[in-house]
């Protein structure tokens, strides 16, 4: 046999690694936002009390038809129907479904109307499964409607005011009677407080269903803001809301507990804490006992304190306090002699503790220089806590159990990447969703003592096997030394990548507080185009910079009064860094970024003028001064206390150093982050004499999408970058 010269053989084996290349397809902005990457996922199930069965809604394509459907975890076998549409007359689809805690009864929603990011207008109804007896809520269109614990009663809101229907009598009764729109709202949290506090329901059951707690909102003195809405008519219409922004007034917010039995309702006085903000109220396992948390307006300070419901006053139990801001979330969760579960940043890493019902700690249940990132639950048989963290790395996550005196701690996940875990309701299963960059979601049942495999419910090795198909490269993940600070990092190279060729380089980032881009989960549409752009001859880069997530309090809150700041030094001293690489044409780097993302692209390349020749801003805030109270005062506080925090980093004030390539993108009717920021950003561009490209997409939100709307964009955004990158 004759031997190939070593150089013949080389010279074959990229003949063959291009043959192979070649032969793959390529992915298009065609395939990304059609349905050619459709990815399976598993409906959103609820644990039955048995702990052995979860019930599923679903529709069938051929009989026409949504049910609920209750299946057993073990075997995954279907057992029974809860309730079938076609048996309900006048209801063809049910959109979705909630369970009374006694599981005797279903509440179904059949129309819903979207009002913001999370509320809506619906027609609900209530299914009895026993008598399969099926009956009207309210013919008005309701809110947030809610058993009460017997399921004997819903509380729900309907045009600012809070109502309880009862069941067996049919009586309607409304509870509150000044809401008004734009003025009052009872029970329905206003738009900054759904925005960000990520609630909606202002109003809570007791344990015996005997009192409903509930918020008021008055917000009379916030002011408000218009939209246009062009639509298809003559003339356009207004959308007209109260919106406040950083410094001006926030609804005024008071607390109210209404007895069902007597009817009557006692104001909570709330005079001897710092009440600014509620931003949580739950009841506690005493049916008499109503935890609230209340935090300042700088959100420094969280007071969590208990009402006693009978005597209607108030005592401290906790208090947390941070030089930057206290996190409001929902892992507040009370065990059976009213001791509670709470989590919290104040050793520099977030962890769990347990209190007692007076607020003495008994214990800090986790400990360690990495971060808890889902509180899962507390299993009062075993003594065990769950939860999801970064142990294995910050841009992995698996799911733990360890004892409440933080001893005996297992690992219950063993693939490297991104676990997360929906456990039963006994906490004898849990259904893991895996993924990572390679992997897209797989989905197990596995016991939660030990984590060990029981079955396999559902993967996505269909939609793997299909993007083989495709040319396609890994993420290569890393850390970049800059400003005294190890970053994460990947890059995503084209697969014929040639070390001796130099290559355009752009650069995605979001940058927001508490935020991670760069982790090891399988991505979205972002990621598809990414993948796009790197076979036609770009090196994608992603950096996590000072002020993102999941590397203790520090790193996070550094950005604290100067959001834009070290974000922006971070990413184009990276860009510098990576253009020293000999790979990488320095003259030619670009960056993107949607919302938080827009507002670094534009200082990136306004101030970064010397690194970046080219960016794109999608949705961007361009000043702290036009965004909302809670979010943006968390960071800088209100900007008469800070206004060279706001104003320093502002794009507006910086697009006098514009020299390279810029594309400006928003929605007109973004009721996030308006277009009135667009608007001045391109005024002071005009201004200053300085040429851009820009779209405006009219009655798009914040999300720019629907019909053909994300294929324009992504189009244009790629035309952009191939001129001029």
């Not at 809101?157 to 069941?167: A, E, F, S």
């Not at 420094?300 to 108030?314: G, P, Q, R, S």
Request: net charge negative.
């Amino acid at each position: 046999m004759k031997l190939l010269p070593r150089n013949s053989l080389l010279v074959l084996f990229i003949l063959a690694i291009s043959v192979a290349t070649a032969q793959k397809k390529e992915i298009t902005l065609e395939d990304i936002w059609g349905s050619t990457f459709r990815t399976e996922r598993l409906d959103a199930l609820r644990s039955l009390e048995n702990g052995k069965e979860y019930a599923v809604l679903n529709y069938s394509r051929q009989t026409s038809s949504s049910t609920v459907d209750v299946y057993d975890y073990k075997s995954g076998k279907k057992v029974n129907t809860l309730v079938d549409s076609n048996d309900l007359p006048g209801i063809t689809f049910i959109i979705s479904y909630e369970l009374s805690e006694d599981e005797s009864k279903l509440l179904l929603a059949t129309q819903l109307k979207q009002i913001y990011r999370r509320s809506s207008l619906g027609t609900y109804y209530v299914y009895d499964i026993k008598t399969k007896q099926l009956d009207l809520v309210s013919t008005k269109q309701i809110q947030e409607p809610t058993f009460n614990s017997d399921a004997t009663k819903v509380a729900f809101g309907h045009n600012n005011n809070l109502y309880i229907k009862d069941l067996q009598s049919g009586e309607e009764t409304q509870v509150t009677t000044d809401g008004k729109i734009n003025s009052i709202i009872n029970g329905i949290t206003d738009w900054v407080y759904e925005e960000e506090f990520a609630f909606v329901r202002a109003f809570d059951w007791n344990k015996d269903g005997t009192k409903v707690a509930y918020i008021k909102f008055d917000e009379t003195n916030v002011p408000r803001f218009s939209m246009d809405v062009f639509g298809t008519d003559l003339y356009p219409s207004q959308q007209v809301f109260k919106y406040p922004k950083a410094g001006d007034p926030n609804a005024k917010v008071s607390l109210h507990l209404y007895d069902v039995d007597t009817k009557k309702t006692s104001d909570v006085n709330l005079s001897n804490y710092d009440s600014y903000y509620i931003p949580r109220i739950k009841w506690t396992n005493d049916a008499d006992v109503l935890s609230v948390q209340l935090t300042n307006r700088k959100q420094n300070e969280v007071n969590l304190i208990f009402v006693d419901a009978k005597m209607n006053a108030t005592s401290l139990i906790l208090k947390e306090k941070d030089n930057a801001y206290v996190d409001i979330t929902d892992n507040l969760t009370f065990l059976n002699n009213n001791s509670f579960i709470w989590t919290s940043e104040k050793d520099g890493w977030n962890h769990i503790y347990q209190y007692d019902k007076t607020g003495k700690l008994i214990n800090q249940i986790t400990k360690g220089d990495w971060e808890v990132t889902n509180y899962y639950g507390f299993d009062q048989k075993t003594g065990r806590v769950y939860y999801q963290s970064t142990e294995n790395g910050s841009i992995n996550r698996d799911v733990y159990s360890v004892l409440k005196s933080g001893e005996n701690k297992a690992r219950l996940t063993l693939q490297t990447g991104t676990n997360s875990a929906d456990f039963s309701s006994d906490f004898t299963y849990f259904i893991n969703t895996f993924h990572d960059t390679e992997t897209p979601y797989v989905f197990t049942l596995n016991k939660a003592i030990d984590g060990k495999l029981i079955r396999e419910i559902k993967n996505n090795e269909e939609l793997k096997n299909q993007i083989a198909q495709y040319n396609t490269s890994p993420k290569e993940f890393s850390t970049i030394k800059v400003n005294g600070e190890e970053l994460n990092m990947y890059i995503i190279k084209p697969s014929n990548f040639d070390e001796t060729k130099e290559y355009p380089l752009f650069m995605y980032q979001y940058s927001g507080p508490g935020s991670q881009n760069v982790k090891n989960s399988w991505g979205g549409s972002n990621d598809y185009w990414h993948q796009m752009l790197v076979q036609q001859g770009y090196v994608v880069a992603c950096v996590d910079g000072r002020g993102t997530g999941l590397k203790g309090r520090d790193f996070k809150k550094v950005t604290q009064n100067e959001l834009g700041k070290f974000e922006v030094e971070d990413q184009i001293s990276a860009a510098k860094e990576l253009g020293k690489l000999p790979y990488i044409d320095a003259s030619r780097i670009g960056i993107w970024g949607w919302s938080y993302g827009g507002f670094m692209s534009s200082n990136c390349l306004f101030q970064g003028a010397d690194t970046f020749s080219m960016a794109i801003a999608v949705a961007p805030v361009t000043s702290w001064r036009f965004y909302d109270t809670i979010y943006t005062e968390r960071y800088m506080t209100t900007p008469q206390d800070n206004a060279s925090g706001y104003d320093t980093n502002s794009p507006i004030n910086h697009v006098d150093k514009l020299e390279g390539k810029f594309l400006l993108v928003h929605g007109s009717a973004d009721d996030n982050v308006h277009v009135q920021n667009t608007m001045r950003l391109v005024e002071a561009l005009v201004q200053a004499n300085k040429q851009f490209d820009w779209r405006i997409y009219p009655d798009k939100n914040h999300g720019i999408y629907g019909g053909n709307t994300r294929l324009h964009l992504y189009t244009l955004m790629t035309d952009f970058i191939k001129n001029n990158l």
